[in-house]
Each structure stands twice: as structure tokens, then as C-alpha cells.
């Protein structure tokens, strides 16, 4: 095989599957890892890829990429459904006690079958989005606290200090956050660090913290970490970790909910 068709082979399993290892391209062309890495590197200074350690992701996994809730709505719209779906179950009936959901597309998925689930109890939510904040005003029986601060056009998520110090001076009991990246290395982490000071504090705040996180944000790491690993009680998922992340999530004893049995 010449170089240029093993490269369009690299390039296209990159834009499929989000990233690719030297180790993978060694074997499956049956070439040297320095061939493999020269392949990377050609890749990258066409902007095709970007390098990290082991191999390569896509270049719109770079580490302050973030694309606005409108472009994500209608993303992996099936894998937040499936996810939304397990993680309600976190919630029993007759739940009395308080939410905390966090801004983003995935938690947004998360809503309606939430305050189907807590109306009529004794229960309140409790969010940092306004997106989030308007679909739920004004619901019979559904307690709601909206969080203050400034708010980003990207997300629509309350941040800044205001923000932050309202989230240290509440213990809700189930906290469900999302993430632009999670990996075994680097744990949880977003672009932004007003966004992830924001985070960090409902994971502190939180008795309980839910990670809602679908497959396509797996080994990839964003440029603020906002919690280890061990700092998660649950991973809700559309699909399995890979080996190496499943290890590293049992090991600290992370559960993960991706509707395997």
C-alpha cells in the first residue's frame, strides 16, 4: 500500500471514530510505529488530525474546542435519549429530596422525563441553565431554583462567582453534571474555566454526583479538569468504556450505567 492511500485510511478512521493509536496503525498496515508516526505528522500539518500522546484525534477534539448548545441539540440526539433514559432511574418515584442539573444538551435530554417523574411530590430542581430553567417554570407541583450569575452565549450556563458561591452554600442530593471530555488521565474537564469552577462546585456541593456523558466525549480532554474520576459516584453512558477507562473507572469504584447487563 503507498503512503498516501494508508493516510487517507488514517484520516478517515480519525473522522469515523474521533481517534487512532500508533499502535493501531502499525498493526493494521503492518508498517514500523516510525512509519505510523511520520503518517501522523504528515496528517497533522494538512490539518487533518492533531497528535497527542499514543497517537492521534480528531483536530476538533482540540483542547478549547466547544461548539454552542445550538449546533449540539440535534448531535447524537439517540445516545442522550438512551442515557437520559438510564439515568432517570437514579430518581425513584416518590423522590423527595433536591436535583442539581447541570447546562448542556446531554442533561437537557434529562428533563422532561425528570419533572414528569417529580411533579406532584415534594421535590426541587435546582439549574444553572436558562435553557433548562425555562422549560421547567411555571409546572405544577415542581419546585425550582434557578441559579444566578453571568451567563455565557455558548452554553447558556449561569457562571462566575456569584454562581459558584450559591453552589457552596447548598448540599443537593443528586447532582447530574455533564462533560466535554473524560478520559482515565485527566478525568472530567470542559474548555472554559469559569464553566469548569462551576462544575467543580456542584460536584463538591452534590451528595451524590451523575456524570452524564456519551461515547463521543471518551478519551478526550478538554483544557480545564474539573474532577477526578474519584470524585464521580456514576457514569451514565451509550456504550461501553473501552478496556483500559473501564479499568480506571472500576478501580475507583465508579459505576458505569451503559445498559449492558
Known amino acids: ?40 505528522a504528515a496528517l497533522e500539518k494538512h490539518g ?9 484525534v480528531s483536530a476538533e477534539r482540540a483542547s478549547i474546542t466547544e461548539t ?16 437520559a433514559t438510564l439515568a432517570l432511574s437514579a430518581v425513584p418515584a416518590g423522590f423527595r429530596g433536591s436535583v442539581l442539573v447541570d447546562a448542556g444538551t446531554t442533561t437537557g435530554a434529562l428533563l422532561e422525563p425528570l419533572a414528569a417523574r417529580l411533579t ?3 421535590a426541587e430542581i435546582v439549574t444553572n441553565a436558562v435553557a433548562h430553567a425555562a ?3 411555571g409546572r405544577d407541583g415542581l419546585d425550582l431554583t434557578v441559579l444566578g450569575g453571568r451567563v455565557r452565549s455558548v ?28 478520559s482515565a488521565a485527566f478525568g472530567l474537564s470542559t474548555p472554559d474555566p469559569d464553566e469548569a469552577a462551576v462544575k467543580r462546585a456542584m460536584v463538591t456541593a452534590a451528595r451524590r454526583t451523575i456524570a452524564l456523558v ?3 466525549k471518551f478519551d478526550v480532554e478538554s483544557l480545564h479538569r474539573f474532577a477526578e474520576l474519584s470524585e464521580i459516584d456514576v457514569l451514565v453512558t ?6 483500559d477507562l473501564a479499568t480506571v473507572l472500576a478501580a475507583h469504584d465508579v459505576e458505569v450505567w451503559d445498559g449492558t447487563p
Open 120 to 122: 406532584g411530590g415534594r
Open 238 to 243: 451509550n456504550e461501553q468504556p473501552s478496556a
Open 1 to 40: 500500500m503507498y503512503a498516501t492511500e494508508r493516510q487517507e485510511n488514517i484520516a478517515r478512521e480519525v473522522r469515523q471514530n474521533g481517534n487512532i493509536s500508533v499502535r493501531d496503525i502499525a498493526e493494521r498496515f503492518d508498517v514500523t510505529t516510525e512509519t505510523a508516526r511520520r503518517d501522523l
Open 68 to 83: 454552542g448548545v445550538a449546533e449540539r441539540q440535534h448531535s447524537h440526539e439517540a445516545e442522550k435519549t438512551r442515557i
Open 214 to 216: 456519551d461515547s463521543s
Open 48 to 56: 487533518l488530525l492533531r497528535r497527542v500522546h499514543g497517537g492521534a
Open 135 to 137: 422549560a421547567l417554570a
Open 155 to 182: 452554553t447558556g450556563a449561569a457562571v462566575g462567582a456569584t454562581t459558584v458561591a450559591a453552589l457552596e452554600a447548598i448540599r443537593p442530593d443528586i447532582a447530574f453534571v455533564g462533560a466535554n471530555g473524560l
